[in-house]
């Protein structure tokens, strides 16, 4: 779905950074993309994004390179049949799913102001979230009390819907927005934790229900990239529709609670 995004973007003759993780398959994809759209803009950047301190150096880099950047795509989404920390102590799919783009953001905030601070111009922050939205426990974010993959999958991605209303708010009046989406059931490999029978139940009924890759990419680029929704600010997609994500998602003292708690456990925030 991300490979998708980046492609149509890339097709549009837009400079991109692809941030994969470190492997065969990333250079891959960034060869694949490139040749396919000739576009010679499209440059790629590794991290494994279970590591904050990997999403600082990534973004450290990208900086570097580009003090303006006219938008960031947090795609990341990522399920575990297992329950494991990460090397900073965090839960893995927490730090996949929120707490690397999260951190993201706040990094390239400067680069997206600098853009945004051009005339006529405006940014954009696009995070995937997921029709699976289960009210986040801030109280168990490391899932000592218990783990379900599938679970946490979807309190991961209420976090993510949590998190973009509470930077809209953050963003009136700065030329910057935030928007969420919901890409629909999508064929892609986040199914190879399931237990056998599952896999071949989705294989076999995939082709009637769920997404293409292609289609998906498709929601998450126009989000990026559409004029109309240039001033659109806060809102969630169920795919190209806005619609109301999970009631508890709006309320602003549990989204506030939820930044304090990112802040802290992406290094943002002084734990003294």
């Known amino acids: 779905m991300g490979k998708a995004a980046a492609r149509q973007l890339a097709d549009a003759g837009l400079p991109l950074i692809i941030l994969v993780r470190e492997g065969q398959k990333g250079r891959d994809a960034h060869a694949e993309i490139v040749q396919l759209s000739g576009n010679r803009a499209v440059e790629i950047e590794t991290a494994d994004l279970s590591s904050m301190a990997e999403t600082r150096a990534a973004a450290g880099r990208i900086l570097e390179r580009y003090p303006r950047i006219a938008g960031f795509i947090g795609n990341a989404g990522a399920h575990f049949a297992e329950r494991r920390l990460t090397r900073e102590g965090i839960e893995r799919t927490l730090a996949v799913n929120c707490l690397s783009p999260f951190l993201l953001t706040h990094l390239l905030f400067g680069a997206l102001q600098a853009h945004a601070a051009g005339a006529g111009n405006h940014a954009r922050v696009v995070l995937t979230a997921s029709a699976m939205q289960i009210p986040f426990e801030r109280d168990d974010y490391n899932r000592e009390r218990g783990y379900d993959g599938w679970q946490v999958y979807g309190q991961t991605k209420f976090a993510n819907v949590q998190f973009t209303l509470a930077l809209a708010r953050r963003l009136e009046g700065t030329g910057i927005t935030a928007n969420?989406?919901?890409?629909?059931?999508?064929?892609?490999?986040?199914?190879?934790?399931?237990?056998?029978?599952?896999q071949w139940l989705l294989a076999a009924t995939g082709r009637l229900f769920m997404t293409s890759p292609e289609r998906a990419g498709s929601y998450i680029a126009r989000l990026a990239t559409d004029p109309a929704l240039t001033e659109t600010n806060g809102i969630y997609f169920d795919r190209t529709k806005p619609r109301r994500a999970n009631e508890?998602?709006?309320?602003e003292a549990s989204q506030d609670q939820l930044w304090s708690l990112s802040e802290r456990l992406t290094g943002l925030l002084d734990p003294s």
């Open 180 to 198: 969420c989406l919901a890409p629909g059931f999508v064929r892609t490999d986040i199914f190879r934790h399931n237990p056998a029978p599952m």
């Open 248 to 251: 508890a998602a709006y309320d």
